[in-house]
């Protein structure tokens, strides 16, 4: 009898199904667009780029001034003081001195920077999406091969951005006078400091960004079939300032051999990072070496933010234009 009533208090109706322990929940991913051949990466890539620089350009025109040494007409030690001088001095205008050699680099530049950075994560992860190391290697080798594009207009970028007493009316006659004057090396006398510089700026760009687009897609689920604009903006601003703080030093040395002997600015006998940044020290002491970070802050945190929503609205586009061709709705 006593085994009878103690069967009787059980019913089906108290098994409840019990959740799954967090280890077992379903994971969270993000759609990695598949089926987008290279070109469309590329394509992709070069309209975030340009994009990109166009909105912040004014801003990087202030940075400049303001790592730009020597007895420049603009020698600022402040954002609102470099601004104020730009704009005394050329007006408006000024802020966009350079523009067009910005243009003539960044859109090819970023069609290699995306397509190699795509193309070696999808090799390096191994199919695993949150592969942080295959993120900041893939970012790696896409700096080195986008720089090597890019580093030549964005000497002659810098030089303009300099103002009208750098002599140079235009991208033509820059690139003309610096080949006659210094010769092709000068294109290429910050190459290895850009790349040293990028090389860990892009490791925590990317790592920074595809941890925190996942962390934000996780905390809003509902986001992750569509990838909302606002998670990769989100996303790419904390990459963005995040690198751009850890890596000013080195921008500071690449503005310095970039914009060597230009305008009343320094002159250096040798291109070594360690020479430089010596020389830097010596006169200006260790704050000189993060001259500018706040405009990279104000440059990088908002550029990421535009860079990556546009670049993923690309994909999102080219891969529905495919989806559209292969049903056919497009001929």
Excluded at 46 to 69: N, W, Y
Aim: net charge positive; hydrophobic share 40%.
């Amino acid at each position: 009898m006593a085994t009878e009533a103690t069967t009787t208090k059980f019913h089906n109706s108290d098994f409840r199904a019990v959740p799954p322990p967090p280890d077992y929940l379903p994971e969270i991913t993000v759609a990695p667009h598949h089926g987008l051949h290279f070109w469309q990466f590329m394509i992709a890539g070069s309209i975030a780029g340009c994009v990109e620089h166009m909105a912040m350009f004014p801003v990087d025109t202030v940075k400049t001034h303001m790592q730009a040494l020597g007895s420049c007409p603009i020698k600022s030690v402040g954002v609102r003081h470099a601004l104020r001088s730009v704009l005394k001095s050329e007006g408006l205008p000024g802020l966009y001195r350079g523009i067009g050699a910005m243009g003539l680099g960044a859109g090819p530049a970023h069609a290699v920077y995306f397509s190699v950075y795509e193309v070696c994560k999808k090799y390096f992860s191994g199919g695993d999406p949150n592969n942080s190391v295959a993120h900041a290697v893939s970012g790696v080798l896409a700096t080195v091969a986008s720089d090597a594009v890019f580093t030549p207009m964005d000497m002659v970028k810098q030089r303009l951005q300099l103002g009208n007493g750098t002599a140079y009316r235009g991208v033509l006659e820059c690139v003309k006078k610096v080949l006659k004057e210094e010769g092709f090396g000068a294109f290429y006398a910050s190459y290895r400091t850009t790349v040293l510089m990028n090389a860990p700026f892009t490791a925590v760009h990317f790592a920074t960004y595809e941890a925190a687009k996942r962390g934000l897609i996780e905390i809003s689920p509902e986001s992750a079939s569509d990838e909302r604009v606002m998670v990769h903006a989100t996303a790419g601003a904390l990459a963005g300032a995040s690198a751009a703080v850890v890596t000013t030093p080195l921008d500071v040395v690449k503005t310095q051999l970039q914009c060597q002997g230009v305008c009343g600015c320094d002159r250096f006998k040798s291109t070594a990072i360690r020479d430089v940044t010596k020389t830097i020290v010596q006169k200006d002491g260790y704050k000189g070496l993060m001259r500018g970070w706040i405009p990279r802050i104000l440059f990088h945190a908002p550029a990421a933010a535009i860079c990556w929503s546009t670049y993923e609205a690309a994909k999102s586009f080219f891969q529905e234009l495919n989806a559209c061709t292969e049903s056919g709705t497009i001929t």
